[in-house]
């Protein structure tokens, strides 16, 4: 039985939204009163210290290679965290998730950039109806446009760059050095500034951090497995169901409201990311960008 769900594409990369949307709700109750850093800085930790154990067992070298390519991943998803982590604080959760989810839109754009892959017509529509569905959903001319929004826009910018980094850097990298990066760099920049703040958190706190880091690394864990047996638009698709399931939780638990310029814009977005997802079937696309 396990080793049959091991083996399916969709039910994994089911199961990693799942357990992203879990981290999702979590930090949506901790940050208020923990703050962005110790979840950042112990997520990366624990992640870190799990992961380093498989890589020499494994007998990886942790230097990896194109290493200025891997910082530079591990900096850019850093970035996408950060930045989601403070929308998720600021704005409500399901509104926070349909912005960092458009990250597809901005990978189209540094793909164009950075590693000239041809924009189709087909590309350039569904971008300017995901730019639509962003308009509508901030809906800038009822209200000034919010701190919380505009963190959940550069986390979905950053995530887009480090989804073509990721394609890059997958070419000559396993996806557990890739991660490990990520963890080492997130620590490293995050480390200053946790110990500027730094207050002994009671065990209760301490161990709800723990379980998040475990938490974001058995999401990042069947996500990786879930790329090996289905196509990388098919599963980045599939994960874009971590958005429903922050949206059931975000009414049910958080008592949000959303309009109707909520859900057209999320309509526009998310049917704008599914499709960009379609069209770009390239296999070394990966989603870990996304709680990056």
């Known amino acids: 039985m396990i080793r049959a769900v091991l083996k399916n594409g969709f039910v994994l990369m089911l199961l990693s939204a799942l357990f992203y949307a879990l981290s999702d709700i ?14 950042a800085f112990i997520r990366f930790l624990v992640g870190g210290l799990i992961l380093l154990p498989f890589l020499v067992r494994g007998r990886e070298s ?7 390519l891997l910082l530079v991943r591990g900096l850019t998803g850093t970035a996408a965290f950060f930045c989601l ?18 990250f597809p839109l901005f990978a189209t754009f540094f793909s164009l950039l950075l590693l000239r892959e041809p924009l189709k017509k087909l590309g350039v529509l569904l971008t300017f109806i995901g730019l639509t569905g962003i308009y509508i959903l901030i809906n800038p001319g009822a209200h000034s446009l919010s701190a919380g929004h505009a963190y959940g826009l550069l986390a979905g910018c950053f995530a887009g760059l480090t989804v073509v980094l990721i394609r890059k850097v997958r070419q000559s990298n396993g996806p557990l050095i890739i991660y490990f990066y990520f963890c080492l760099v997130g620590g490293v920049v995050s480390l200053p500034f946790y110990v500027a703040g730094f207050a002994m958190p009671n065990s209760e706190v ?21 790329f090996k047996y ?8 599939i994960l874009m169901s971590e958005v429903v399931f922050t949206g059931v939780a975000g ?12 859900w057209i814009g999320a309509a526009l977005i998310m049917g704008s ?14 989603a870990s960008a996304p709680n990056a």
Not at 276 to 283: A, I, K, P, Q, Y
């Open 26 to 39: 979590f930090i949506k109750l901790m940050s208020p009163s923990i703050g962005s850093i110790p979840i």
């Open 62 to 68: 942790l230097k990896g290679q194109s290493t200025h």
């Open 85 to 102: 982590i403070k929308s998720i604080a600021m704005v409500p959760l399901s509104n926070a998730m349909v912005l960092f989810y458009t």
């Open 206 to 226: 301490l161990l709800l951090l723990v379980v998040l880091a475990v938490i974001f690394l058995i999401a990042q864990l069947f996500m990786n497995q879930g």
């Open 230 to 237: 289905c196509k990388a638009s098919e599963g980045a698709v």
């Open 251 to 262: 009414v049910l638990i958080f008592g949000d409201s959303p309009t109707a310029a909520f």
């Open 273 to 286: 990311g599914v499709g960009l997802n379609l069209v770009s079937r390239t296999s070394n696309s990966s």
